[in-house]
């Protein structure tokens, strides 16, 4: 599975850069969070924009790291595709989940979470950083 990583704003953000997560490939994508969790993330973003299918492996896993089994990071995904919103929607998962339509508003609920938590003031998003591609 192949990914690229970047910071914004000491916040990480994972970009999956398949079209799929499923039973072939989903425990790649478990252990590249659990990496990023180890390595010091508070904070990660997981993009999904490029992905169009998830079968229930990778819902159980993407559930299972946002609750903190890759490690104690709030996760929040953005960019899904339509389809997998109304399997989100479909199985109530919207609730238990932190979603956005996109990175900007992806990093803007990483920083209520970090203003809730005492961790930073109002600062704007640098959206212009680095971007480093990951393969495992």
Do not use: W
């Not at 990480?12 to 990496?35: A, P, S």
């Not at 169009?52 to 990778?58: E, G």
């Not at 900007?104 to 920083?111: F, Y």
């Amino acid at each position: 599975m192949q990914f690229e990583q970047r910071e914004i704003d000491g916040i990480q953000v994972l970009k999956v850069v398949e079209k799929r997560i499923d039973l072939g490939n989903h425990l790649e994508l478990k252990g590249e969070i659990t990496r990023l969790v180890r390595k010091g993330a508070k904070y990660l973003i997981l993009d999904l924009g490029l992905v169009q299918l998830v079968d229930s492996s990778a819902l159980g896993i993407i559930i299972l790291c946002s609750r903190g089994a890759c490690g104690e990071c709030p996760l929040v995904l953005c960019n899904l595709h339509r389809k997998i919103i109304s399997i989100f929607k479909a199985a109530k998962l919207e609730t238990l989940l932190l979603l956005a339509d996109d990175i900007e508003s992806a990093v803007g609920k990483v920083l209520e979470l970090q203003k809730e938590a005492g961790e930073v003031e109002d600062t704007p998003a640098n959206v212009d950083a680095e971007v480093e591609t990951n393969e495992s």
